[in-house]
């Protein structure tokens, strides 16, 4: 929801460091850029995240999982979060829970997530660790719509490689993949907040 001349109204969802979160934050307070960060919302109550937000002056909320009986409840409670906000486009960002129908129903086509590896190659966990056990010479990170079906499967919107270097660790992988995950994802919103993306089908048309 862009109010008249205003811009895209957007909620992170994270758990931990945050480091794309920054990202998107710095990308707000840039001049001319079309989103901002409206709230943050954590599922664990000391996520370095939440400090950034606050940082940032962008309202940081913790809402507890065990408050809630099941998925169900809680999913509903973050939509509830995000619409008491005028949230346009929900971002989930090393947000390390899954989040079911109830969600992503009432988000279809406006939240997106960052993995670390170019999907659909190694989805869920330790995607750097799955890419090196696989061996693989190149990898990367994907933003993608969240879908209602398996995790990390939902229509691509942005893709960017990096090479794979003899001797990488997890670490070092995890590192020179995260450098292009900073750039796309201020740059997947900035695309999804001009209007310049449709989903077809499976795939995301980038006009
Ligand atoms: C990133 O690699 C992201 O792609 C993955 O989890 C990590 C989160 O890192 N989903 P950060 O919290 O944004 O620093």
Redesign the pocket.
């Known amino acids: 929801m862009t109010r008249p001349g205003g811009r895209l109204r957007v909620g992170v969802l994270?758990s931990?460091?945050?480091?794309?979160?920054q990202a998107l934050l710095d990308a707000s307070s840039r001049p001319g850029y079309p989103a901002e960060v409206v709230v943050v919302i954590s599922d664990r109550e000391r996520a370095a995240?939440l400090d950034r937000a606050r940082t940032a002056g962008v309202e940081a909320l913790f809402v507890n999982a065990k408050d809630f009986g099941d998925r169900e409840s809680f999913d509903l409670a973050l939509v509830s979060e995000l619409n008491a906000r005028r949230v346009g486009l929900v971002c989930t960002?090393?947000f390390m829970r899954i989040l079911s129908s109830a969600f992503t129903r009432a988000f279809a086509g406006r939240a997106i997530n960052?993995?670390?590896s170019v999907l659909p190659a190694f989805p869920g966990l330790h995607a750097q660790r799955q890419a090196l056990d696989h061996g693989v010479k190149v990898s990367g990170?994907t933003v993608h719509f969240l879908s209602d079906g398996a995790v990390d499967t939902g229509p691509i919107i942005l893709q960017a490689t990096v090479p794979v270097e003899p001797g990488d660790t997890e670490e070092t992988l995890?590192a020179r993949?995260?450098v292009e995950?900073h750039r796309l994802y201020p740059e997947a919103v900035r695309l999804f907040a001009e209007g310049r993306l449709t989903i077809a089908g499976r795939r995301v048309i980038v006009r």
Do not use: K, T, Y
């Open positions: 994270v931990g460091r945050g480091s794309n979160l995240a960002a090393g960052i993995h670390p990170a995890a993949i995260l995950e």
